[in-house]
């Protein structure tokens, strides 16, 4: 009695033994459908993580949560701060005067770092040629 399920199926003559389907290339091979197989040693790449699509949706995400945390912040620091900056003096809600110095701390950091960067693009460029 044959096995209703074998284990090892015998190719058939229009895949080959590789187990590939189509015409022969030219050199005689038969022709693949694109993919290529991991190299030998390396685990095959996981289409499910690390995609462009799956970073945006972290972003996304932790953007929201951000938000969240920062309308908490806003709503429960209302009351009124004395300010004083460079001569103008005045009063504003304690959440906008700590929000606005934080994106002024941001805006000073990401121009400092933005000026290393294009120092370091402006090293790499020239050491190129």
Excluded at 18 to 37: E, I, N, R, V
Excluded at 96 to 116: C, D, E, K, P, V
Aim: hydrophobic letters at 40%; charged letters at 15%; zero cysteines.
């Amino acid at each position: 009695m044959s096995d209703p399920h074998p284990t090892h199926p015998e190719p058939s003559p229009t895949t080959g033994t590789s187990g590939t389907t189509g015409t022969s290339g030219p050199s005689g091979t038969p022709a693949t459908s694109g993919t290529s197989a991991p190299e030998p040693g390396r685990p095959a790449k996981d289409p499910l993580r690390g995609s462009r699509t799956s970073g945006v949706w972290t972003a996304v995400v932790l953007g929201a949560i951000l938000l969240v945390l920062l309308v908490i912040f806003i709503v429960q620091n209302t009351q009124q701060v004395e300010v004083a900056y460079l001569g103008w003096e005045g009063e504003a809600p304690l959440a906008a005067t700590l929000l606005i110095a934080t994106a002024a701390g941001m805006a000073l950091a990401i121009l400092a770092a933005s000026l290393r960067i294009l120092q370091l693009r402006r090293r790499v460029r020239r050491d190129r040629h």
